[in-house]
Structure formats: C-alpha cells, structure tokens
C-alpha cells in the first residue's frame, strides 16, 4: 500500500512540474488527492486488520475514491479554469482509482 501512495505522489509532482512551474492550483489538486489517499489507505489498513472484506467495506472504499476524484476535481476547478497540467493531473487521478481497485479484491 505505502508503494502506491508514494508512486501516486511521485507520479503527480512529476506532471505538475513537467513545465518547470508548480502553481498554486496544481499544488492544491495533489494535496486534496494525497489527503485522500491517506485516508483511504487509513480505511484499508483497518479492514485488512479485521480480516474480512464485505460489501460494507467495499460500499465504504468506493465512496472514499469516489469522493477522492470530487474533491480533485472540485480543487482544479475551483478557478472556473482547467489548465493543461490539471487537466492530466485528473487524468492520473482516475488511473490511480482504478489501481487501488484493483488492491481491493
């Protein structure tokens, strides 16, 4: 799980800075999404310790990605204005929910 959380942060600072230039905005979006993250993994640490997966747990971490790519998108939108860096900052986003579905089961 740690290997995701930073490949995820290595992945987003890695676009954000690919101008040479990390905005306020696109330091938002990676922040909401790290916090995210956390506490998704917060949540997963806690139902692989319990030792059973049920539809609870997996009904729980889906609403914690899908409020993930919420706040990500809410973030890089909170300007009215979409950048070419958030734009794919999203993009990993989604990549990066569908990774985690993939640990899940």
Do not use: P
Request: hydrophobic share 40%; charged share 35%; net charge negative.
């Amino acid at each position: 799980m740690e290997h995701i959380f930073q490949k995820a942060w290595s992945d987003l600072k890695d676009i954000a800075l690919e101008d040479n230039e990390l905005t306020q905005e696109e330091m938002h979006v990676i922040e909401s999404v790290m916090e995210g993250l956390e506490r998704y993994f917060i949540l997963l640490t806690k139902i692989n310790e319990e030792g059973k997966f049920d539809e609870g747990d997996r009904h729980f971490l889906n609403l914690t990605k899908q409020k993930i790519w919420e706040r990500a998108l809410e973030t890089a939108l909170n300007d009215n204005y979409l950048s070419n860096d958030e734009y794919r900052l999203l993009m990993k986003v989604g990549e990066l929910m569908l990774e985690l579905e993939g640990m899940e089961y």
